[in-house]
């Protein structure tokens, strides 16, 4: 599933995970095919949640998720308000809270992972819209010391495109700062007004984590063309616009519409390695950069989620 850095070595020492499951770095996200099909993270997590008690390490980062589900949650129900300004033909930009609550706990627990197994870098978020996503992420920031960079217009969508016309999801930077001052941990968070084709074209930060949500194939080629090189090694990319049965062949991207059709095409023509797996929840994708032929991501979204369901 992916385990924090001392939590994965005490599985091993344990034998709960095979000893190639890793103690280095490199392995924190990808096992070679033959190891990841002999894991049954289901027992795995039974024997986490029982032991608990006994592994300072286990129950720290089990707290960790506890502490920050509930901060998720309150986010959720008192962000929440009705946008005078929604445009979007099918009314998705009507209430003022996207991603806040259980759905993005998946990126929580793995900037934990990543701060656990020592990935250098910086969270830059794309798509803020009221800031809710902002406002989660900037607490975790805080939390594990990140620093948060928050990409967006401040003036909604660019452009028409699918069911998205120009200016959807439109959300200032005052009132993003805003929600983020009330919700969030301000002090962490760099906003970064503008179009992404320009905003983003001199980014100087390495990244240890990329959370994408900005609905258009062009906007995420636009991002991933000026910020994929910021990526540091190991580091990590979350992306919404994911369904499954659809937006997936394997562990490959189907070139279908919105981000999925723009990770497509910038894959495809940059000739990258990279591969993906469901995120854990709706819409949720884990893109994990110069993932090979012969590797397999080891992250196991729905099994993270029913860890998290039994805290
Ligand atoms: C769906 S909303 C983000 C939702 C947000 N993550 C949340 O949790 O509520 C998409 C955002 O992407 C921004 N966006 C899309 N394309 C952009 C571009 N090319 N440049 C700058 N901002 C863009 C829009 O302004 C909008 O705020």
């Not at 005052?174 to 301000?186: I, L, Q, R």
Request: glycine residues 10%; charged residues 25%.
């Amino acid at each position: 599933m992916a385990y924090p850095k001392k939590v994965c070595e005490i599985l091993i020492r344990e034998g709960m995970l095979p000893a190639m499951a890793a103690c280095e770095a490199s392995s924190i996200h990808v096992d070679s095919t033959s190891i990841a099909s002999c894991v049954d993270y289901t027992i795995v997590n039974k024997w986490v949640l029982e032991n608990r008690s006994s592994y300072s390490e286990v129950n720290k980062w089990l707290h960790f998720l506890t502490k920050t589900r509930k901060r998720f949650a309150v986010v959720q129900e008192q962000m929440g308000y009705w946008n005078n300004d929604s445009s979007h033909s099918l009314g998705h930009d009507k209430w003022s809270v996207g991603w806040a609550g259980d759905v993005l706990m998946p990126i929580a627990n793995y900037m934990y992972l990543l701060r656990s197994w020592g990935v250098e870098g910086d969270l830059l978020e794309c798509g803020a819209f009221k800031g809710s996503s902002t406002a989660c992420l900037s607490l975790v920031c805080k939390d594990l010391d990140f620093h948060l960079f928050c990409a967006d217009s401040f003036e909604g969508l660019p452009s028409e495109e699918g069911h998205y016309d120009k200016g959807d999801f439109i959300g200032s930077l005052d009132e993003v700062k805003h929600n983020v001052g009330k919700f969030g941990a301000s002090d962490d968070v760099t906003y970064i007004p503008g179009w992404y084709s320009d905003s983003l074209k001199e980014f100087p930060h390495s990244l240890a984590l990329l959370w994408v949500d900005v609905d258009l194939q062009a906007s995420t080629m636009d991002l991933l063309s000026n910020v994929y090189g910021k990526i540091s090694p190991n580091g990590v990319i979350f992306s919404d616009g994911f369904s499954e049965g659809v937006d997936y062949d394997g562990e490959k991207i189907r070139k279908t519409g919105g981000e999925p059709a723009g990770f497509y095409r910038f894959f495809n023509e940059s000739k990258l390695d990279y591969k993906t797996v469901p995120g854990g929840s709706k819409g949720l994708a884990l893109i994990i950069p110069e993932c090979r032929e012969n590797e397999t991501i080891r992250y196991d979204g729905r099994a993270f989620m029913e860890l998290l369901h039994q805290l």
